[in-house]
């Protein structure tokens, strides 16, 4: 029976990214430091980052994902991010540093960086929102 529990372990090993459609891809963190690697990494090439606050648990991030995140023109203007997916489903120290590195209570959230690193405050999106109103966070970034 011991090695059942190991073959189940293994396939729910963390992931290092998510897949929500062929064309979007999340790079999946856990950590701060994890968190930081990649921010940091974004602003040497100068590409803004979106951050997806997200738990299996958090009802709101399902259905992010399920309908706003797969509209084709939300998807395309996502495209342009880099996409991170930080995950606090288990609540850990390590997830409870990720939330609190921003002031956020729980998921769902979704923050935005420009080219800088510098957050954008303003667009913040806490719990569902619909793909058009979505858009227009994603476009309001493309201008600033």
Excluded: H
Excluded at 3 to 9: C, D
């Amino acid at each position: 029976a011991m090695t059942v529990v190991a073959g189940n372990q293994n396939q729910t090993s963390p992931r290092t990214e998510k897949r929500i459609s062929s064309d979007l891809v999340f790079q999946v963190v856990r950590s701060s430091e994890e968190l930081e690697r990649i921010l940091q990494r974004a602003k040497a090439e100068n590409k803004p980052v979106m951050l997806d606050y997200y738990a299996d648990w958090c009802i709101s991030c399902k259905e992010m994902e399920a309908i706003t995140f797969t509209n084709p023109e939300v998807a395309k203007a996502m495209s342009r991010f880099v996409l991170v997916q930080a995950d606090v489903t288990i609540n850990s120290q390590q997830s409870q540093a990720l939330l609190k590195q921003f002031s956020l209570y729980g998921p769902p959230a979704i923050l935005f960086f420009n080219g800088d690193g510098d957050e954008q405050k303003s667009l913040r999106v806490v719990g569902f929102m619909a793909p058009s109103r979505f858009l227009e966070r994603l476009q309001e970034l493309g201008a600033k």
